[in-house]
């Protein structure tokens, strides 16, 4: 410290460590590996289709046999983990589809294993896409029973860990879906198959593009009677809590962006891995902006993916999973 008429003027200047790009590189905090990121697919019927989502430029529906070139390019980035979502032609009220261990993510599972075995392969387990009326569970008079749903989630989950999935990620928050699957994992001798949690996951408005995508955008009503409240984080933490108790290995947040100071709560009370999914429409926005030449696309969504990280997030589902990927083999 140096006095100066009175003044105590502190030594310390900040940008001396600001002055050339090596010095910054010694003294960041933070960094993205694309072994960090997880690319979410839509997996769909039929053969030889690659279809664009439309209020998602940049990402396709693919039938299971173009698969595989999606995957080599995955790969060549870097990006070593998928999440698959099945976008099935027939759906019914009991989402069958879901189950069925012919359905398309036991198959689109099977050609992943065989044709790129080290892929990390993460299953969502959720009735949503494979229902008529697009609701996560069993419509009984009404309204959603959670009970009744939890067995068919477990079936599920079992179906896409025998077609060799790493790792089942229940989305359809169901009081209880971690221990349903934990406990059938076990009945079904996988017991070392991983259970990502989508613990914390809000009643969101940015989840609009992916319902596009996946085509399970609710009938009637709306998810609020059993994703989260968005104000409430307290909640969020609880549930986590009770998905580790019940068995999961890793716990997700979602969306990421509105959410980080859930991810960083939850870094600071638990140390299983946190997952944050950065969510349809964080990315849709994104690709909206950058198409009016309103922002720097990859500029923008690096630092996104940055504030994920720096909130304490291991792992970031994001559809810009292989263009950050790419981006950052070329800085290197
Ligand atoms: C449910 C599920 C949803 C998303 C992932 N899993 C949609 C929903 O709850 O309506 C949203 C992902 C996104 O918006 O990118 N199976």
């Given at each position: 410290m140096v006095e100066e008429g009175g003044r105590i003027l502190r030594?310390?200047?900040?940008?001396r460590l600001r002055g050339s790009e090596g010095i910054r590189a010694l003294v960041r905090e933070t960094s993205i590996h694309p072994s960090n990121l997880v690319a979410p697919i839509f997996v769909r019927d039929g053969i030889g289709i690659v279809e664009p989502v439309e209020a998602m430029p940049g990402v396709n529906r693919y039938s299971v046999d173009r698969l595989p070139e999606y995957l080599e390019r995955l790969s060549e980035s870097g990006v070593a983990s998928v999440i698959l979502f099945g976008v099935p032609g027939l759906k019914d009220e009991r989402g069958s589809g879901a189950y069925d261990p012919a359905g398309l993510i036991p198959r689109a599972l099977r050609k992943l294993k065989e044709h790129s075995p080290r892929t990390v392969a993460i299953a969502d387990v959720c009735l949503c896409e494979y229902t008529s009326h697009g609701h996560c569970g069993l419509v009984q008079g009404g309204t959603i029973d959670n009970d009744a749903t939890l067995p068919l989630l477990a079936r599920a989950a079992v179906e896409y860990a025998r077609a060799g999935a790493d790792m089942v990620a229940p989305?359809?928050?169901?009081?209880?879906q971690v221990l349903a699957i934990r406990s059938a994992l076990r009945e079904a001798s996988m017991d070392e198959k991983i259970v990502m949690g989508y613990s914390a996951k809000f009643a969101s408005s940015f989840y609009g593009p992916f319902r596009e995508a996946a085509?399970?955008?609710?009938?009637?009503?709306?998810?609020r009677s059993y994703q989260m409240d968005p104000p409430n984080a307290n909640e969020a933490l609880e549930e986590m809590a009770q998905d580790i108790e019940e068995g999961a290995d890793i716990v997700m947040v979602k969306p990421a962006l509105a959410y980080l100071d859930i991810i960083s709560r939850a870094r600071a009370r638990f140390d299983a891995p946190i997952a944050a999914y950065n969510v349809s429409g964080e990315y849709s926005m994104v690709k909206a902006a950058a198409m009016n030449q309103w922002i720097d696309e990859t500029a923008v969504a690096y630092e996104m993916l940055l504030g994920i990280k720096r909130a304490g997030a291991n792992i970031i589902i994001t559809y810009f999973a292989e263009q950050i990927a790419k981006w950052l083999n070329r800085e290197r």
């Open positions: 030594e310390r200047r900040m940008r989305s359809a928050m169901m009081d209880r085509g399970s955008r609710p009938a009637f009503g709306d998810r």
